[in-house]
């Protein structure tokens, strides 16, 4: 009896303990799956806690006004502000990374740049190892020579010696003038660099960016230089570029652009960097005419 009695009393302690694990058990349980919709309703009565994941943009910073570093070795200008904004529409952090043009779009392959905004003209040829967000700035080619030169169209190249920045839209054009075997055809790994060749007369003209070549021209006048322009240069748009197949992130990006389109942040950039509103060279503006 009291054997039993003892018994009786240790196996009702161990049920208690069970029961007291089960408790604790079914009450852990419960707590995350209750907790699912809770967060899952979070997001419309106050915005996510910040992503961890940290995109990072690779730009070749040797492009004022769209991209360059500044005296503190900041990476700024016209891409940079313009990337931020989107940024900050999509909800997304990013880490800017200088990244030289040879190399950019092999990086943005690998993986090792998960955006590329770095003036990068959309073309056919592109489109087909990486995606392109809509475009954000319409551009074209623009000749730069020295103020006495007798240059007056991009025929007139024909003869002289070009330098371009390699594997830029710039390159293509002047490639598909001078030949693909033209010894006349001066790559440079930057546009600065192009234009630096210029003034020391290594070249007799460099074919680029309008708004770099208007940018470095407008702040180097001691190098005399003056532009160019050809109606035979077809019209260029940037885009944000991200690898092949990130859709997600694209349309992130997509809508980040349209709603600093449409709130006037994208105007005020544009203003701030090229002194005008964009109405003129928007493609919009183009279209409705
Ligand atoms: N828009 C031209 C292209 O896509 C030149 C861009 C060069 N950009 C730069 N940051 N260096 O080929």
């Known amino acids: 009896m009291r054997l039993s ?29 209750a907790a699912a919709p809770a967060s899952a309703a979070a997001p419309a009565a106050a915005p996510p806690p910040p992503p961890a994941k940290v995109y990072v943009v690779g730009t070749d910073a040797a492009y004022a006004p769209f991209e360059s570093q500044n005296e503190k070795g900041e990476i700024v200008g016209f891409d940079i502000d313009v ?16 990244t030289p043009w040879e190399g950019i779009f092999n990086a943005l392959g690998q993986g090792d740049r998960d955006m590329v905004v770095s ?38 190249l024909k003869k002289l010696k070009v330098g ?12 598909k003038l001078l030949g693909k075997t033209s010894t006349a055809i001066k790559r440079f790994e930057s546009t600065p660099l192009a234009l630096k060749e210029l003034e020391s007369g290594g070249v007799d003209a460099v074919v680029a960016d309008n708004g770099v070549v208007i940018h470095y021209v407008a702040n180097n006048a001691g190098s005399k ?3 160019v322009s050809d109606k035979s240069f077809v019209p260029e748009q940037y885009g944000i570029a991200l690898k092949k197949g990130n859709a997600e992130l694209l ?22 960097y090229f002194g005008a509103a964009p109405a003129a060279a928007a493609p919009a503006a183009a279209a409705s005419k």
Do not use: W
Request: glycine share 6%; hydrophobic share 45%; net charge neutral.
């Open 164 to 175: 371009v920045q390699t594997g830029t839209t710039g390159d293509e054009a002047v490639t």
């Open 83 to 98: 990337m931020k904004a989107v940024a900050a529409k999509a909800g997304i952090e990013l880490k800017f990374v200088n």
């Open 251 to 272: 349309a992130k990006v997509n809508k980040g652009l349209a709603d600093i389109r449409s709130d006037g942040s994208y105007d005020k950039i544009f203003a701030q």
């Open 225 to 227: 230089f003056k532009t």
């Open 119 to 156: 003036a990068v003209t959309i073309t056919d040829e592109r489109k087909q190892t990486m995606d392109f967000s809509a475009p954000y700035f319409d551009a074209a080619q623009l000749i730069a020579v020295k103020e006495n030169s007798k240059v007056a169209t991009f025929n007139d």
């Open 5 to 33: 009695t003892r018994h009786f009393l240790q196996s009702a302690g161990l049920m208690a303990a069970g029961l007291l694990l089960a408790a604790c058990g079914k009450q852990d349980a419960p707590a995350p799956v």
